[in-house]
């Protein structure tokens, strides 16, 4: 397998992070559509937790707490523990990467009909680049490969699988970037700025932590002079931050770069135009 010999320009790294954005809302109906929670309560999952990690963690496999500790990266071990493994008693690896992507293809046609009619050349052609992409040192975007390689299901179905692969890609690529920065699975929460990052008290309810747990990372940030005392970004905050999302934007184009140049701008919006219709809280996140 061989990758451009020259590395990704500026333009390219911004064609990343814009195709990213429609491609993310159209993987996200899995964790925030109504349609959805239903459906998986329908069979057998009892909560919005146990369905988060069975649906994204199925394709490692009976994945361990362990593992899912490892991959997701910024939960609380003990908040994973209580649903991984046990989870697999109810609902099987195999039965769950079933389930996600009809019940996902459900909650995309349920409120954009038009999106049975993303273009199949299109399609192929990103699933093609997930086929290309290397799997090294990227476990989640591996699993999620080895679905999409199946080309099964509907066609949206199959638009669903390509971009939770991309997804997952740049995930496993962004924990890459994160690890080298010597930042954590909550010190990154932190560091998304006060406009974006969660809430003391959203950090605790969707991924576990405790408030001393928040206060001590917070500090530790503000000695590493990452945060200022009043916990905003500090500059070498802002430098470090915006080092790993550059890291991050390259290892994602390392999968991208295999979609023609020529077809990059129809691609973008064949998919802005099936993300679109997606309701807002997902374009909100």
Known sequence: MSYRPSLPTEHDLAWTREIFRPLEIL???????????TAFQAIGTTSRWMTYFGARSAPLGAASAELVEATFYNFKPEMIARYVPALWEVITPDEFCSHRQRIAADALTTDHPEIVEFPLPLLEL???AVSRAEVGGLPLFSGNRALVARRDGTRVERLWNVATAIREHRGDGHVASLLVGGIDGLSAHLLRGSSERLSKEMLTTVRGWEDYEIDQAI??????????????????????RQRIEHETDRTSFRLLHFVPDEQRA????????????????????
């Open 27 to 37: 993987h996200d109906v899995i964790y925030f559509s109504p349609h959805v929670r």
């Open 126 to 128: 990103l699933e093609e």
């Open 219 to 240: 500090e530790r940030l503000i000695a590493d002079g990452l945060l200022t005392n009043g916990g905003e970004l500090s500059e070498r905050g802002r430098e470090l």
């Open 266 to 285: 129809e691609i973008l919006d064949a998919l802005r135009k099936a993300a679109a219709p997606i309701p807002s809280v997902l374009h909100d996140r």
